[in-house]
């Protein structure tokens, strides 16, 4: 059985260097800021920061360096590592050798961070732990030229890849030779670069070639960061090797390209939908992560309200009539349709769809992949699926005319059609339909209710916490008077469950509008949208900022999370 680790103010007790009453006291400090033991006790004076350090290194078995003895400084070296990493890590390296390199660092539970040298410099990393001041010192003492000055950005993992890797992706021009070799080591960044993202919870790996340097960035919870720069000389030799793996042609660099990716992650097959295209200073290449689970969420988990969810179950139990998602690309639409289809798929329903492309497969729905190459376009598509007597049609988007009209003939003569628009709320979807060129009272009639949504990042459970005085800017953008904010509002605060964001995972944020007489008149007589929003808002729709705003008062998310994804409702409040 293993020995459980022995709690730092235990340790620090035990070493006489605080007494346990102010160990009870600093985990309270803790507990209530969300901050760690250890800086709890050096901000309320209880214990000097070298002693905590001391403490950390203790109590998870690591080697404690005091970086003011004697002649320990002359043995950093650090020309070992780039000069990105040591500003922004705050890291000291002390020697590499036989591919594992000695490091000192101040967060002895920041595995991620031991997880990205490993990944960029291509080596082990044996620890070491040292006071954040000291660490600090010593690179102020660096930068003003009384140490040792920083190296240039070099890393051990690039020279390497680009040693060995240039005879590779030469003859990986000629397709009949097979450069899948798994030693290669450009194979191997590659194949760290996509498991990793998986791990990450990232939705989309962005290889992005600039004038200098290959930008790295995944997009977590919808928002992008920054997580390497690579050499320039990199860039071919990367950028061939996902294609390679996606099935593009590596030769082919003017024309935009397409391709798949399936790698086994952990206990899953994860599939990477590879999109590359012609940039100015190369081909720009994103890989959109797959998730089979992704979709199979369940409708209670997407983020609905008890009343919005209500509205939503008796809408997708209907015979027949059209239900519109709207929103903007990434706001979660195709997820929420799936949901619903998951929920429908019985034996004694049919369903067909017709996506472009086809991303997540399903057991017992018939899903039909739109290749306009061939002619196979959601028009012809559409028509053949109204012949195969389907109960519930799904339409991935309506893009113009001939398939709006489609989906409404669908929907007039006895069948359940879902589909997505790109429009900013729901009252413009009857607009947009009309102004496509649909007639208005097939408009009027075949709606049954139109959805918009937006994806909303959660505050992490483990960080988050109360805002004393929240901004009053983003307070009066939702509707929040400061009565009501008074000890609801949570910030973000960052800590590593986050990656330092402060938030993790996202939930939606809905308006639903279901039709009415009242509504279905104002469509028919052409009515501005004005006139369909304060109708549907008569008839109970709640905006995208007022469920935002209950998300707000119930700790989900925080104020300016919401005012960032509802800009439409924040320009109608200026």
């Known amino acids: 059985m293993a020995r ?63 970086l003011s003895a004697n002649g320990l400084a002359n043995q950093i070296d650090l020309k070992l590592i780039p000069e990105d990493l040591v500003k922004k890590y705050q890291i000291l390296p002390l020697s590499k050798a036989n591919g594992r390199l000695q490091l000192i660092l101040h967060d002895p539970m920041d595995l991620e961070l031991l997880d990205m040298l ?39 993992v690039t020279e390497s890849i680009d040693r060995s890797v240039d005879k590779s ?45 290959v930008r790295l960035r995944y997009r977590i919870d919808g928002v992008c960061l920054e997580r390497d720069n690579l050499p320039k000389r990199m860039q071919n030799s990367m950028l061939s090797r996902v294609k390679l793996m996606s099935g593009m042609n590596i030769a082919e660099k003017r024309m935009p390209q397409d391709g798949r990716i399936k790698l086994p992650v952990d206990d899953a097959v994860i ?30 988990n997407l983020g609905f309200e008890p009343d919005n969810l209500a509205i939503f179950n008796k809408i997708i139990r209907r015979p027949n009539g059209i239900f519109l998602v709207t929103g903007p690309t990434g706001s979660g639409k195709t997820t929420t349709l799936y949901s619903a289809l998951d929920v429908l798929n019985r034996p004694d329903k049919k369903i067909i769809t017709a996506e472009d492309p086809v991303e997540y497969a399903f057991e017992g729905i018939n899903q039909c992949q739109v290749r306009e190459g061939i002619g196979l376009g959601f028009p012809a598509i559409l028509r053949s699926m109204l012949r195969q007597a389907p109960n519930i049609i ?33 009252p413009s979807a009857i607009t947009r339909l009309i102004d496509m060129g649909v007639k208005p009272f097939l408009v009027a009639s075949s709606i049954q209710a139109v959805m918009a949504q937006r994806l909303i990042r959660v505050l992490c459970k483990e960080c988050k916490a109360v805002d004393p005085s929240p901004d009053p800017k983003y307070l009066n953008l939702t509707g929040i008077t400061a009565e009501e904010a008074k000890g609801k509002v949570l910030k973000a605060v960052g800590c590593q469950n986050c990656v330092n964001t402060g938030y993790r995972g996202r939930k939606g944020i809905f308006e639903m509008m279901v039709m009415n007489t009242t509504i279905r008149e104002l469509a028919f007589k052409l009515a501005p949208i004005s006139d369909i929003r304060k109708a549907a808002i008569h008839a109970g729709m709640r905006p995208l900022v007022e469920d935002g705003k209950i ?24």
């Open 169 to 213: 992706v030469d003859r990986s021009m000629d397709k009949s030779i097979d450069v899948t070799v798994d030693d290669a080591p450009i194979v191997r960044l590659c194949n760290r670069l996509l498991t990793e993202a998986v791990k990450m919870r990232a939705s989309d790996i962005h290889i992005e070639p600039m004038a200098d340097r």
């Open 394 to 426: 799904l339409v991935g988007e309506i893009r113009d005319k001939e398939v709006a009209e489609i989906a409404i003939q669908a929907a007039l003569t006895g069948h359940l059609v879902f589909s997505t628009l790109h429009t900013n709320d729901a």
């Open 4 to 66: 459980s680790r022995k709690k730092l103010g235990e340790i620090l007790v035990g070493w006489g260097v605080i007494t346990a009453e102010q160990a009870e006291k600093a985990a309270g400090i803790a507990k209530g800021s969300g901050k760690r033991m250890g800086d709890a006790l050096v901000e309320a004076g209880f214990a000097k920061e070298d002693a905590v350090a001391k403490a950390l290194a203790n109590q998870f078995g690591m080697e404690y360096v005091d």
């Open 551 to 574: 998300k707000i008062l119930n700790g989900t998310t925080s104020p300016d999370e919401i005012a960032r994804n509802t800009q439409v409702e924040m320009e109608d409040k200026k």
């Open 271 to 300: 599939d990477f939908r590879v999109s590359a295209c012609p940039a100015y200073h190369g081909e720009s290449v994103v890989c959109r992560i797959l998730r089979p689970d992704s979709v199979r969420i369940g409708l209670v």
């Open 118 to 156: 490993r990944f960029r410099l291509g080596v082990e990393v044996d620890p070491r732990l040292a006071a954040r001041s000291q660490i600090r010192k010593y690179l102020e003492a660096s930068a003003a030229g009384t140490a040792k000055t920083l190296a240039p950005d070099q890393s051990l």
